[in-house]
T-cell receptor, first 113, second 113 residues
Framework: AQTVTQSQPEMSVQEAETVTLSCTYD???????LFWYKQPPSRQMILVIR??????QNATENRFSVNFQKAAKSFSLKISDSQLGDTAMYFC??????????FGTGTSLTVIP | ETGVTQSPTHLIKTRGQQVTLRCSSQ?????VSWYQQALGQGPQFIFQ???????GRGNFPPRFSGLQFPNYSSELNVNALELDDSALYLC????????????FGPGTRLTVL
């Protein structure tokens, strides 16, 4: 069974600073996908960034980047130049070869002006 | 292209009743997944439908059932509602082939009294 662990229930960061959210996962599969999703308060969940396990290069999307360590089964999200609109719940998710998703319990991020 | 839509937005039921939630997938997507998100938790995978057939199921009892229609829209049915079924129910659509991203709907907030 796949499990996803987010050990930081809450985090805060000053506006314009950098923050890193942690995620570890457990799987016996070799090919899979990892995602970070953002869920603003009372709003729809949206994709932040995705990473294919077979790619060694870390994914980057503008201010968002990941540190993917396959051997350690670690997948952290770095947010640079934090903005007030980044305040949200962030979920790490694992997708297996059966296209089924498993989510962590989330990290609530607050960006402080 | 239209996004994922869900209906109704909110629903209140009493214990023992049955409920049907509906989801229209994003245009061109052939796979729909359903999730239960309890307050303050990450989404839990209920099941997935691909081309009208169940394509994987999470750890939910048989009273949680679903359908996918030829136009790839989907229903989630829950029988014999229990208080613990109170949650946000999320639908997500995706393509089996391609970028494997899941696009989420806004959810249906179910309250069981």
């Amino acid at each position: 069974a796949q499990t996803v662990t987010q050990s930081q229930p809450e985090m805060s960061v000053q506006e314009a600073e950098t923050v890193t959210l942690s995620c570890t996962y457990d799987t016996s599969e070799n090919n899979y996908y990892l995602f970070w999703y953002k869920q603003p308060p009372s709003r729809q969940m949206i994709l932040v960034i995705r990473q294919e396990a077979y790619k060694q290069q870390n994914a980057t999307e503008n201010r968002f980047s990941v540190n993917f360590q396959k051997a350690a089964k670690s997948f952290s999200l770095k947010i640079s130049d934090s903005q007030l609109g980044d305040t949200a719940m962030y979920f790490c998710a694992f997708m297996n070869t059966g296209n089924q998703f498993y989510f962590g319990t989330g990290t609530s991020l607050t960006v402080i002006p | 292209e239209t996004g994922v839509t869900q209906s109704p937005t909110h629903l209140i039921k009493t214990r023992g009743q049955q409920v049907t939630l509906r989801c229209s997938s994003q245009s061109g997507h052939n796979t729909v997944s359903w999730y239960q998100q309890a307050l303050g938790q990450g989404p839990q995978f209920i099941f997935q439908y691909y081309r009208e057939e169940e394509n994987g199921r999470g750890n939910f009892p048989p009273r949680f059932s679903g359908l996918q229609f030829p136009n790839y829209s989907s229903e989630l049915n829950v029988n014999a509602l229990e208080l613990d079924d109170s949650a946000l129910y999320l639908c997500a659509s995706s393509l089996v082939r391609g970028r494997n991203e899941q696009f989420f709907g806004p959810g249906t907030r179910l309250t069981v009294l």
